[in-house]
């Protein structure tokens, strides 16, 4: 059956950096657009980043951009998304996700598979 699973979130002070990774098994991972959503507490859970099958286009969230790079390796099926210049407000559960979907959704509702999610708490 389809897995994911995160990996890689930790504490970390603001303006440091993590890598999460997500490895992925049960499906044919490189012909899948890939995810990150953030969810923290009391919130909805949010788009972060996508890319798609083959890795040459990537989509970020606004509060985002220059800040998280999203990339896979087919190879080893796992998706990554470094994380830079952390802000307290990054705080949050991160989870990989999976969609058939071609196209370049921020819904979470559009991705059908989830991993169980990853820690992230950056201190100020």
């Known amino acids: 059956q389809v897995q994911l699973v995160e990996s890689g979130g930790g504490l970390v002070q603001a303006g440091g950096s993590l890598r999460l990774s997500c490895a992925a098994s049960?499906?044919?991972?490189?012909?899948?657009?890939m995810g990150w959503f953030r969810q923290a507490p009391g919130k909805e859970r949010e788009f972060v980043a996508t890319i798609s099958s083959s890795g040459g286009n990537t989509y970020y969230a606004d509060s985002m951009k220059g800040r998280f790079t999203i990339s896979r390796d087919n190879a080893k099926n796992t998706m990554y998304l470094q994380m830079n210049s952390l802000k307290p407000e990054d705080s949050a559960t991160y989870y990989c996700?999976?969609?058939?979907?071609?196209?370049?959704?921020?819904?979470?509702?559009?991705?059908?598979?989830w991993g169980q999610g990853t820690q992230v708490t950056v201190s100020s």
């Open positions: 996700a999976a969609t058939n979907y071609a196209l370049i959704y921020t819904d979470p509702s559009r991705f059908s598979s």
């Open positions: 049960g499906f044919t991972f490189s012909s899948y657009r």
